[in-house]
């Protein structure tokens, strides 16, 4: 159902949610959002209420069943987005062309042109671009262009930091819109993005310096919530506090979290770990584990999610904390891809960073989707131009 007369989004593939929180920070309503694992959609239900969700593979579902499960029958949908699963595309590892996700691409496609919305967005890793994968990414543009879309070209990656996030993050955006329609532009760099005292980027520092209380707290080996108060934090902290105004941001108001902070809980190293970890130089490799270790005044290497269970259940390296001889906590994470606080993941360390890595960064996806709202907002202002033109003139 509509909230309020903000335009409509759909989110495909959801995850925890960090898509759909970008577009709904850029003045999105996120009606229906679709994930085949129970656990990203039990995360998307508790941050995003007033969404109708779907557990279920996309493939299984049609265009109708959404539009009615979601109330939006009658109501003109603005904009389709989603990640399809990306491991067989990704730079990491070997790029399998045959791996079965790869055709959750088309599934898109056909949910596109079954929902037929004015806009669509599809992000997927820098590897769509490349190799044997690139005539999977033309094939499916091909689909699209004969579905009535036009295609924003050429495509591009946005690297994440150029957009106020402390992370290099680079992913590709496929923007489509009916040609009858103003075409989104590509975010320029610094859009939206978060300045801090004159820098361009906040650093690793600036995220989460002010939650290295947490490492005073033993009770965070056992639990996923700090309690208590937060050290001083930076600008770019601060607003993911909630404690200062983004002036960007159009989200809906979830309320204060208080004292209270999930996804705090530190990980339990062995003594030759800890060992390990604090004779690591930050900016450099732990040589067994091969986690990295993250600078003070520098970005975030790119957070990683490993697999689920139908894939191995493989867990993705963590970086490890500048300061303090121990991986960081999910929440630390979190701060790394610019979600603000009240922003809850799955209290298990496992899932909470496959929930984050597996997410767009919120800041990457709003100066995205804010693009896109622009272009919905300037054909509004044109057709009133147009009513109000055809007025005077039939007076």
């Known amino acids: 159902m509509r909230q309020s007369n903000r335009p409509i989004a759909v989110d495909l593939f959801c995850g925890a949610g960090g898509l759909s929180l970008g577009f709904e920070e850029a003045g999105f309503a996120i009606a229906a959002a679709i994930d085949q694992d129970p656990i990203h959609v039990q995360t998307h239900q508790r941050n995003f209420p007033a969404c109708q969700t779907f557990t279920c593979d996309v493939a299984d579902l049609c265009g109708d069943e959404i539009c009615e499960e979601?109330?939006?029958?009658?109501?003109?949908?603005?904009?389709?987005?989603?990640?399809?699963?990306?491991?067989?595309f990704s730079m990491i590892g070997k790029r399998q062309k045959d791996d079965p996700r790869n055709l959750l691409l088309y599934e898109f496609a056909r949910i596109v042109e079954e929902l037929q919305p004015k806009y669509w967005v599809m992000e997927n890793v820098e590897g769509l671009m490349m190799g044997t994968t690139r005539p999977m990414m033309f094939s499916f543009l091909r689909r699209l262009k004969r579905a009535g879309y036009a295609i924003v070209e050429p495509v591009q990656a946005l690297d994440a930091k150029d957009y106020g996030v402390p992370q290099r993050r680079k992913r590709v955006f496929i923007l489509g819109y009916k040609p009858s329609?103003?075409?989104?532009?590509?975010?320029?760099?610094?859009?939206?993005a978060h300045a801090n005292n004159g820098i361009f980027c906040p650093t690793v520092w600036d995220a989460i310096s002010d939650l290295h209380v947490l490492d005073d707290c033993d009770e965070l080996l056992r639990e996923d919530t700090y309690r208590g108060e937060l050290g001083?934090?930076?600008?770019?902290?601060?607003?993911?506090?909630?404690?200062?105004?983004?002036?960007?941001?159009?989200?809906?108001k979830r309320g204060s979290i208080g004292k209270v902070l999930t996804g705090c809980r530190r990980s339990l190293h062995t003594k030759?770990?800890?060992?390990?970890?604090?004779?690591?130089?930050?900016?450099?490799?732990?040589?067994?584990?091969?986690?990295?270790?993250?600078?003070?005044?520098?970005?975030?290497?790119?957070?990683?999610?490993g697999t689920g269970r139908l894939y191995g259940a493989f867990t993705a390296p963590r970086p490890i904390h500048p300061v303090s001889p121990r991986c960081i906590t999910v929440r630390e994470a979190a701060r790394l891809h610019s979600f603000p606080d009240w922003f809850s993941f799955d209290s298990t360390i496992w899932h909470g960073f496959r929930q984050v890595g597996n997410s767009v960064p919120p800041f990457l996806?709003?100066?995205?989707?804010?693009?896109?709202?622009?272009?919905?907002?300037?054909?509004?202002?044109?057709?009133?131009?147009?009513?109000?033109?055809?007025?005077?003139?039939?007076?």
């Open 232 to 252: 001083f934090g930076s600008e770019y902290s601060k607003t993911l506090r909630g404690e200062i105004d983004d002036p960007h941001d159009h989200s809906l």
């Open 181 to 192: 329609l103003p075409a989104p532009l590509y975010p320029r760099p610094g859009t939206d």
């Open 272 to 305: 030759e770990t800890v060992g390990r970890f604090r004779k690591t130089t930050p900016g450099s490799y732990e040589p067994i584990s091969r986690f990295y270790r993250l600078t003070r005044d520098g970005m975030s290497n790119v957070l990683r999610a």
């Open 365 to 395: 996806a709003r100066a995205v989707g804010a693009s896109v709202k622009k272009a919905i907002d300037d054909n509004a202002s044109s057709s009133e131009l147009n009513r109000l033109g055809e007025k005077f003139n039939g007076a």
């Open 70 to 88: 979601a109330g939006i029958l009658s109501e003109e949908i603005d904009v389709v987005i989603g990640g399809p699963p990306c491991q067989g």
